[in-house]
């Protein structure tokens, strides 16, 4: 993916915006992020089924520090062991899960693809390694966090087209067959949540897990760059929970073919010019009467040349929200 002038614009225009309401919150520090509406981030311990809903036992996220912040960080973990609260038993609690923190240079997704940690790309661990910490059931950690840091912003992958400092944070289930259900925030401090104003996270594969009501809507915001003309979606594992809505500025709505338990379905979508340097809003609605209970599912989408797109937990240029005014062609989806 090719970060041109459209994202500086986008952003320069976010940073214009930000005292009205509505707008794209500048603290995109929550990982998943406040307008995302999703509970937890999920991994599972290498001997789970992927039937649970977790395609890999890795997440891998991206966090960027603005230059312009020149103090240290942190990047805290909510709730990393598997057990007690939150976490999905499967018998015992037995899962392992290994947290290390990368930066320096082999991190920044744009010049090292494997990076991204996408399927079939093993070699997701470029950069250097800053900090690791392994996690099994540990009452002092269940339900509270654990702060990795401090970080000097320089120790990042410098990426000189985003002008931002790139840090990686891998979650990988080592051992037991658990779900590890966690959630992460950049913060200035190492004890409470204080956002860094300009800063943002973002993954390539989102695996998450959704609410465990009816009536909640969860969001995932994919950036479309320039050139992008069309997107192929493939979701994972949703167990035909309901449906899932792309909507946009110029589109009101469209639903996409949705998976079922430990399969992938994917479909292309085609991207209208006025759609491009702005984020897309993929709803995710939970199916009405009966509760699928405890759904992970699994989101990865890339563009015509194959190069997928990223999900910011704060989505650039803000919540897109669909105009009625602006007349667009009818979208028919095709495979
Ligand atoms: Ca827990
Ligand atoms: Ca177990
Ligand atoms: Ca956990
Ligand atoms: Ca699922």
């Keep these: 993916m090719r ?17 009205s309401p509505g707008q794209a919150e500048l603290f995109g520090q929550a990982v998943p992020g406040k307008d ?14 992927t039937s649970w809903g977790d395609d890999d036992f890795y997440e891998i996220f991206f966090f960027l520090i603005p230059t312009d912040f020149k103090q240290q960080f942190y990047i805290r973990v909510f709730d990393p062991e598997t057990g007690g609260e939150n ?6 609690f037995n899962t392992r899960t290994m947290f290390s923190v990368y930066g320096g240079k082999g991190v920044d997704p744009d010049k090292n693809e494997e990076s ?41 992958d410098f990426n000189t087209k985003w ?7 891998v979650c990988e289930g080592i051992s037991g067959d658990d779900g590890n259900l966690y959630k992460y925030f950049l913060s200035r401090n190492p004890s409470n949540d204080v956002p860094i104003e300009g800063a943002n996270a973002f993954t390539y594969e989102y695996t998450f897990r959704m609410w465990n009501d009816t009536k909640s809507v969860s969001h995932i915001y994919p950036y479309v760059d320039t050139g992008i003309v069309w997107v192929r979606q493939r979701n ?25 338990e430990d399969h992938w379905t994917e479909s292309r979508l085609p991207v209208e010019p ?37 999900f910011f937990s704060s989505p650039i240029g803000g919540v897109p929200v669909y105009q009625a005014k602006i007349r667009v062609t009818p979208v028919n989806p095709k495979k």
Excluded: C
Aim: no cysteine.
């Design 236 to 260: 994972f594992d949703w167990d035909i929970d309901g449906h899932i809505l792309v909507v946009s500025r110029y589109r009101q709505g469209v639903t996409i073919p949705i998976s079922n």
């Design 163 to 169: 002008n931002q400092y790139v840090f990686k944070v």
């Design 116 to 156: 991204k940690g996408l399927m079939n790309k093993p070699n997701y661990k470029g950069g250097t390694l800053l900090a690791s910490q392994t996690f099994g059931r540990e009452p002092r950690y269940d339900n509270k966090y654990y702060t990795f840091g401090p970080f000097n912003p320089t120790s990042g």
């Design 36 to 49: 995302e509406n999703i509970p937890f981030l999920v991994t599972f311990g290498k001997e789970g089924e």
């Design 3 to 19: 970060f041109g002038k459209s994202i500086f614009s986008t952003l320069l225009v976010t940073l214009l915006f930000a005292g």
């Design 87 to 92: 976490d999905e038993i499967q018998g015992e």
């Design 274 to 310: 006025a759609e491009v340097g702005a984020s897309l809003d993929f709803q995710f609605h939970k199916k009405q009467g009966e509760l699928v209970k405890n759904n992970n599912v699994v989101v990865t989408l890339e563009n015509q040349r194959g190069d997928a797109l990223q």
